[in-house]
């Protein structure tokens, strides 16, 4: 059982340019070039989203923290008046 682990381990580290070539042009063979072309496609668009996302959570992030060293002292945001219990009203 080892020894077909390490074969394992063995192939994925040997499969080299020729081996990823063959691996290519097999698929291309079975799904064609449109398909193989549509999802490279919506790969680069989820990258992309993926990229932006990144970069507008940091600036939300930095915004953030530039909001709460202008305003260094702590508000009060306790309501003005109590809020009716449920409980209270039978």
Same mark, same amino acid.
């Given at each position: 059982?080892?020894?077909?682990?390490?074969?394992?381990? +063995?192939? #994925?580290?040997?499969? @080299?340019?020729? @081996?990823?070539?063959? #691996? /290519?042009?097999?698929?291309?063979? +079975?799904? &064609?070039? /449109?398909?193989?072309? @549509?999802?490279?496609?919506?790969?680069?668009? /989820? #990258?992309?989203?993926?990229?932006? &996302?990144?970069? !507008?959570?940091?600036?939300?992030?930095?915004?953030?923290s530039d909001d709460t060293v202008a305003s260094a002292t702590a508000? !009060?945001?306790?309501?003005?008046?109590?809020? !009716?219990?449920?409980?209270?009203?039978?």
């Amino acid at each position: 059982m080892a020894t077909a682990n390490l074969a394992n381990a +063995m192939f #994925i580290n040997n499969i @080299g340019p020729w @081996g990823l070539l063959l #691996i /290519g042009v097999v698929i291309l063979v +079975m799904f &064609g070039r /449109g398909k193989v072309a @549509g999802l490279m496609g919506e790969v680069g668009k /989820g #990258i992309t989203a993926f990229k932006r &996302g990144v970069k !507008d959570g940091a600036e939300e992030l930095e915004n953030q923290s530039d909001d709460t060293v202008a305003s260094a002292t702590a508000r !009060d945001v306790t309501p003005e008046t109590p809020r !009716d219990n449920p409980s209270d009203r039978a």
